[in-house]
Every structure is written in C-alpha cells, then in structure tokens.
C-alpha cells in the first residue's frame, strides 16, 4: 500500500516525535520489526535498542529504552521509558558513560551491582554508537 505511517513516540515526560514516515524498524522484546503504511494491528513490548525511520532516502535514528509499540495500519505509537533522538546524544559525553559502566562492571560487587552496570553498559554503548553514526553522517 503506497503512502505514509505516523509516527509517535511519547514518554512519560513527553512526546519525542510525530512525524508522517514511509518505514519504522523497531527493537522488539523478541527482535527487530518493521512496518510499513498497511500493517496489521499489533503490540509489542520493546527492549533497549534503535528504532530507526525513513523518509524517503533519509534514514533516522533514535535510543529506545524499553517500553511498548502499537502498531495499525495507519500509525506507529512507540511509548518508550527513555528515548532520545540520535542527533541529541553528546558523543563525548556517551563515550565518558561507557567508561564509567565498564568501571562499575569491572569493580564486580552483589549480583544485582553486577546486573545493573551490565545494563548500563548496554545502555551507554547503544547511545554512543547511534550519535558517532550521525556524527559521522553529518560530516559526510
């Protein structure tokens, strides 16, 4: 079906982004899908991830931090924990949070200690990933 999908993707503190999109590809609890103008209803739970979106040929990024997707023919509502756009990520300050998680994860501790710097770790690389791509795009 031609055409275009909206695209929402809220938090608890606010709406991130609406936008008419042509694809989304989102991180599902159980892997990544995507969706196109015409899909079938449906929800999923969404683990930490990028939930990428196209328009025409420019392709965006976003970190997603948990939450649902709902998705219909017609639109896509991300509802996201944290979610942040690729190209409000500090590099810099993505990459001094790696550091900082895999500090946390070497200095070992109780296993939850443990559990939750594995997660920040997850957490921290994702978003300094997704922002060094923009960048990189960016100066392209």
């Known amino acids: 079906m031609a055409g275009k999908i909206l695209l929402e993707v809220v938090t608890p503190e606010k709406q991130l982004l609406s936008q008419q999109v042509d694809e989304v590809i989102a991180p599902g609890s159980e892997g990544e899908f995507g969706v196109l103008p015409g899909h079938c209803h449906f929800l999923s739970a969404l683990k930490v991830g990028e939930l990428r979106y196209r328009v025409?040929?420019?392709t965006s990024h976003m970190v997603i931090l948990?939450?649902?997707a709902e998705v219909t023919p017609?639109?896509?509502t991300i509802m996201a924990e944290i979610a942040e756009k690729a190209e409000d990520i500090?590099?810099?300050r993505a990459t001094e949070k790696v550091e900082e998680a895999e500090r946390r994860l070497?200095?070992?501790g109780l296993p939850s200690e443990v559990k939750e710097a594995q997660i920040s770790l997850e957490k921290a690389r994702l978003r300094k990933k997704i922002a060094e791509r923009t960048r990189k795009a960016g100066h392209a």
């Open 66 to 68: 948990w939450g649902y």
């Open 106 to 108: 070497q200095a070992g």
């Open 56 to 58: 025409g040929d420019q």
């Open 90 to 92: 500090d590099v810099d």
């Open 74 to 76: 017609t639109k896509v």
